[in-house]
């Protein structure tokens, strides 16, 4: 009877492991069927289908439950579900008189202006004039300033970072917002909920206990966090009365502040802007905030009737994965098209897709200066060792490449012929121009593009120059985990 017993308790283990091995294996070809079904019908960007197809025919099992977290079917159905909550994105109506630049008189002009008509079409907004931009340099400039604004305001503030820390610095912001609400001032923050999770304690509790409205956007948790969580509003905007407005790439860390010494430095850039282009920013803080809360913010608290300040000629451009998706591609292409002396970029990140590669490569072989700068010392390293492998066919045009010195530089602008300045929170990464809620603005003041081209040429100067030379003499270990990491410039 042991014996029987022992044989039966044998086969039931053969028969229950074959259960789930077969199982298994059916789901894992199901999941590998519908994956690659929806990769060749749906996926867009042939690289990055490419990528996953590879993925997912190597590794059936693990492959399809990575696409579903981190493939773009998921981000752009959750990019519908962001516009299906609110009320119809807001268009400017069709302009009734001319660009507002100068006559096209030159070859130049003209080049301008049909570069200003492209952005025109291809923004849901439409050109501003009589703007003013200041450049704030470093979080030693730029926080104090926006803390004096809020200081002033009289009416509504609204707020959005994607990361806003609740110390150092944040607490000197969590402290003004409160003591503006205690004051009868109007005010929103909205922080995205992945940036939230850059510090401790969370910074909503602590601007709720202020008595601030706050909000986290696009707020999951577990499996859900994980299949959003390339779903970040990464935009970062200040207005103030609804007439002075701030916007870049600068979050609200104590990082910025670099007089403090703090432990992670990093150096970026801030812009104010006051003018017409000013209820541009403030209508995309207004559509985040009605999609986290349905509180549709109008009127003249918020939009008031603004006056000429200055000369610059400003659009907004909205980026994210919804109807906006891939405008700043676009934008982009168009500004590279249509430089015909200089372009200059400076990114923290610098992962281009093919089309805006192949833009640089032919500015540089027609003769345009082509200058890129990005740090030396990367805070991701994945992403620095990934774009090695994009310098070679740079340089091999024309282009000239060249990394900062420490501290990180988190600094973001794009210059072309020294009057067009593209200022905001787009990096030139495929998670930046595909994935990410975004906004800059494209400005067309020769007094800004003049400051920004000066302030890269002092960055030059303490910068090192990268080669071909260099590239080729790297140790075969650091080029292989080079290209290994560009294997991942999809989801990077």
Not at 118 to 144: C, H, I, K, Q, Y
Not at 154 to 163: F, G, K, W
Not at 295 to 302: D, I, K, Q, V
Not at 448 to 453: F, H, K, P
């Amino acid at each position: 009877m042991r014996v029987h017993s022992h044989t039966f308790d044998n086969e039931m283990n053969w028969l229950e492991l074959n259960f789930w091995t077969i199982t298994l294996a059916l789901l894992s070809i199901t999941g590998a069927l519908a994956a690659l079904g929806h990769l060749i019908l749906r996926h867009r960007d042939h690289r990055s289908a490419a990528f996953w197809t590879a993925l997912v025919v190597f590794s059936p099992l693990v492959g399809p439950l990575l696409y579903l977290f981190l493939g773009v079917n998921i981000l752009r159905r959750q990019g519908r579900r962001y516009r299906s909550g609110i009320h119809e994105p807001w268009h400017d109506p069709v302009p009734e008189h001319p660009l507002p630049l100068a006559p096209a008189e030159t070859c130049e002009s003209q080049d301008h202006q049909q570069l200003a008509r492209t952005l025109d079409r291809l923004s849901r907004f439409n050109f501003t004039t009589e703007n003013a931009v200041r450049l704030l340099n470093g979080g030693d400039e730029a926080m104090p300033r926006m803390l004096e604004a809020i200081r002033s305001a009289q009416r509504s503030v609204t707020l959005a970072s994607y990361i806003f820390e609740a110390i150092g610095i944040g607490a000197d912001f969590v402290a003004e917002l409160g003591a503006a609400v205690r004051r009868g001032v109007q005010v929103r923050v909205m922080v995205d909920d992945a940036g939230t999770r850059y510090s401790w304690p969370p910074v909503i509790e602590a601007l709720r206990q202020a008595g601030v409205q706050a909000r986290r956007f696009m707020p999951s948790r577990l499996v859900l966090r994980l299949i959003t969580m390339n779903l970040r509003n990464h935009r970062k905007i200040l207005v103030v009365d609804g007439e002075t407005a701030f916007t870049g790439g600068m979050n609200i860390r104590e990082g910025n502040m670099l007089s403090r010494k703090p432990a992670h430095p990093v150096q970026d850039m801030h812009f104010e802007v006051r003018g017409p282009a000013v209820a541009q920013i403030q209508r995309v803080f207004a559509e985040d905030w009605a999609f986290c809360t349905q509180e549709a913010l109008e009127g003249e608290r918020w939009f008031p009737a603004l006056k000429p300040v200055g000369g610059a000629s400003i659009i907004g451009v909205v980026d994210g994965p919804d109807e906006d998706l891939e405008v700043m591609p676009a934008v982009f292409f168009a500004a590279l098209n249509a430089a015909r002396h200089e372009v200059k970029i400076v990114t923290p990140y610098f992962l281009p897709p093919v089309v805006l590669i192949a833009a640089l490569r032919m500015c540089a072989i027609r003769g345009v200066k082509v200058t890129i700068l990005t740090p030396a010392e990367n805070n991701i390293p994945f992403v620095s060792w990934a774009a090695q492998t994009l310098y070679p066919e740079l340089l091999a045009a024309g282009c000239r490449i060249f990394e900062s010195p420490p501290p990180f530089d988190h600094s973001k602008f794009f210059v072309i012929d020294g009057v067009w300045s593209f200022v905001g929170s787009t990096n030139w990464d495929p998670r930046s121009l595909r994935l990410n809620f975004e906004f800059n603005i494209a400005c067309h003041d020769a007094e800004l593009g003049g400051r920004l081209t000066a302030e890269m040429d002092r960055m030059l100067a303490l910068s090192r120059e990268v080669t071909r030379e260099a590239l080729d003499a790297a140790p075969v270990l650091q080029r292989a985990r080079n290209g290994f990491a560009r294997l991942f410039i999809p989801v990077l």
